[in-house]
């Protein structure tokens, strides 16, 4: 589900649940819970998310993204169809307060999606996005690239 968000409905979110931001929210130091499922998925028990453990090789254009989603619900990545792009508030529950090998999120994730796009927009020509590189939320234009890294919830997760 894509929704519009201001500035200041990020701002709140990342203040509610303590997630980080580099800009917005430097104290921010929201605690996951990370197990490496062995099949290129990562749950966070706290959550109840599970997400790409590597995400999309390539960076893509925001309205290529549903393609690249059908395409791991099609072939049903890690036994499971029900894959999306991730709200900007799921996106930021990744950033850790802490870089780990030049990154604002665990080692348990691959390095290389240091950018990726949220099922949220901005503007109708924007959305937002996280930078891993630098830990915080933004926004771009649809027309610039980023990574995605899908999730979905499971039910059978207790947090």
């Known amino acids: 589900m894509r929704s519009k968000l201001s500035k200041d409905a990020i701002k709140k979110t990342l203040d509610r649940y303590n997630f980080f931001d580099s800009n917005w929210n430097k104290s921010g130091n929201f605690k996951n ?20 453990k590597y995400g999309s090789y390539n960076c893509m254009k925001y309205d290529e993204t549903s393609t690249y989603l059908d395409k791991l619900n099609r ?7 029900d894959w999306r792009l991730p709200t900007i508030g799921e996106l930021a529950s ?11 999120i665990d080692s348990v994730f ?3 999606q240091a950018r990726c796009w949220s099922a949220d927009h901005r ?20 027309h610039d690239t ?5 999730c979905f919830i499971d039910e059978n997760t207790i947090y």
């Not at 197990?35 to 997400?51: E, H, I, Q, Y």
């Open 33 to 52: 819970d990370f197990v490496d499922n062995n099949d290129g998925t990562v749950a966070d028990r706290r959550t109840g998310l599970v997400w790409q």
């Open 75 to 81: 072939e049903k990545f890690a036994g499971h169809d």
């Open 94 to 104: 990744l950033l850790q307060n802490k870089q780990k090998a030049d990154l604002y």
């Open 110 to 112: 691959s390095e290389t």
């Open 123 to 142: 503007l109708p020509d924007s959305a937002w996005g996280v930078s891993f590189a630098s830990g915080y939320v933004y926004w771009l234009n649809i």
């Open 146 to 150: 980023c990574y995605v890294r899908c």
